[in-house]
Every structure is written in C-alpha cells, then in structure tokens.
C-alpha cells in the first residue's frame, strides 16, 4: 500500500494508528505480568534496611515541604555516570518506597539531596540553614533563620496513623509490632509505633542534638534529622557490584 493511500483516507489512518498504538502499549503492559516486584530487596541479615521515616525525620520532611526545598533541589540520582562520580550509587526505587508524596523532583538549583545524609555534621546543617553564605560564600540559596523555632508535633499521631492508611507499616496492635520487629529489627520497630511516636520524637531530638540545644525540639531538629537520614538506608558495601541491575 502506498503512503499516500494512507495519508488519505481517514479510515486507514485510524485502523492502522491504532495498531502501532496498540503494539507500543502491549510491549510496555505484557512485561508487568511476569516480574514479581518493580521495588529491589534491600535485605541485610534477613532484615529490611529500608525503613519508614522516624517521627522527627518525619516532621522535619514536612518542613522541607512547606519550605520549597525541592523547587531547588531533586532527591534522584539518575544512573549516569557524572551523576555517580558526583552523588554516588543511583537512587533505588526501594529507598523512596514509603515517601508520600515522593519528593523525586526535575529542579536542580541547588545540589541533588538524595545522598546527602552524613556528608556534613549537623552544625554545618544548623549554619547552612540559618545563613547559606556563612559556610558557602558564593551561595544563592536563601536563608531559613525562622527554623530555629520550636517544633509543633502534637498532631505526629495522626500524621503516622495517615500514612499509616496509605500502606506504610507503622505499628498500632501488638501484632503489627510484631511483624515490624521481624521486619525490620527491634530498635526500627520500636521508632515506627505510632503509640510511642510523640516520646520517640523527643528523644531522638534530645539525644541526636541536632540544632545543638539539648532543651528546645525545634524546626531544625527535624529539618537537620531529615537531611542526615537521605540515602542511608541502604549499604550498598553490603551487596555485590551488579546485585541491583537485575532489577532494572
Ligand atoms: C533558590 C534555590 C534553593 C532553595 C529554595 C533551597 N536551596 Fe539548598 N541549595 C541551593 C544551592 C544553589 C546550593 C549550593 C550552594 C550551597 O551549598 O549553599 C544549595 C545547597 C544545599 C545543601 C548542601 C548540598 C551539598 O551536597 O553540598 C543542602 C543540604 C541544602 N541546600 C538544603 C536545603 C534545604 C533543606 C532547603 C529548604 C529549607 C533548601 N536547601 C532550599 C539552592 C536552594
């Protein structure tokens, strides 16, 4: 047939549209009813290393949300080579499984996050916040200096119980602390009960002394936990070199 037949008669040209649409959808759908799982298994002694946020973590992701954090800053590290050199193994699909809304982003205005945790010491964050061009002379990201004000977590609850009902394993009954417990290891378990949440909060700021002030939870407690948590939840040392290509 010729092309030009084609190009004009509208019937051939719906028919056949359709067909080409048809084989792009089916090769793309078909694959999906044959693999098990889109997400990798991060399993280090039987355990998953990949956990839910912690009730600080939490809120201070909350704050990174309210801020615009990601209108600058994407948290993916795509699996080019420039970008591994620079930020380091790309990002799993495993390591934003429990972000709701994930906070992948398009924007990099600033330096992509997702690996950020443990690169600076927590009063590099506290300083970094409060005024960029203290330990970044030349930096054009804004200053944050109202997140040194106390932290407000009495709803932290009903924001776990909220992911909670989106799948995301906090625990309320004794048997889904259980479950965590095998899951992910007690001291993870013991972070994720919703019951515990408001005291767990307060601990972990208090010990981890993120603002360096021991008294006040404030925002930056939860902002500085947030950011020291990115991309530490998997240990790729752990894992042969290849082991996460299978799931590509
Ligand atoms: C207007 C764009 C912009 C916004 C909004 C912004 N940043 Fe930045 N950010 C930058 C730029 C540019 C840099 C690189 C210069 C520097 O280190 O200050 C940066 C650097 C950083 C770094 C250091 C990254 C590294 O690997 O060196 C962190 C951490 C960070 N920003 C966190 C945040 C947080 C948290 C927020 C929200 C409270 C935020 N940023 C909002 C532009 C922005």
Avoid at 130 to 154: A, C, G, H, Q
């Amino acid at each position: 047939m010729k092309h030009e037949t084609i190009e004009t008669n509208v019937g051939w040209l719906i028919i056949l549209t359709m067909i080409v649409i048809s084989i792009g959808g089916l090769v793309e759908i078909i694959p999906l009813y044959f693999i098990k799982d889109t997400i990798e298994t991060v399993k280090v002694d039987g355990k998953d290393t990949v956990h839910p946020y912690t009730p600080l973590e939490l809120r201070g992701r909350d704050i990174y949300m309210r801020e615009g954090c990601y209108l600058c800053h994407s948290q993916m590290i795509r699996p080019f080579r420039d970008e591994n050199i620079r930020y380091g193994h790309y990002s799993l699909a495993a390591e934003s499984r429990y972000d709701h809304p994930f906070q992948w982003g398009s924007k990099r205005t600033g330096p992509d996050l997702a690996r950020v945790g443990g690169k600076y010491s927590n009063e590099w964050h506290l300083q970094h916040l409060v005024n960029p061009r203290d330990v970044v002379p030349e930096s054009i990201m804004p200053s944050y200096p109202w997140l040194t004000e106390p932290l407000k977590f009495n709803a932290i609850n009903d924001r776990l119980k909220a992911l909670k009902a989106t799948g995301v394993p906090y625990s309320q009954t004794q048997e889904e602390y259980q479950a965590n417990v095998e899951r992910f290891g007690k001291p993870t378990a013991d972070m994720l009960d919703i019951n515990n949440a408001e005291q767990n909060l307060i601990d972990q700021a208090q010990d981890g002394n993120y603002d360096g002030n021991r008294n006040d939870i404030t925002e930056a407690d939860a902002l500085i936990a947030y950011l020291q948590s990115l991309g530490t939840m998997v240990d790729f040392s752990k894992f042969e070199e290849g082991y996460f290509a299978k799931f590509r």
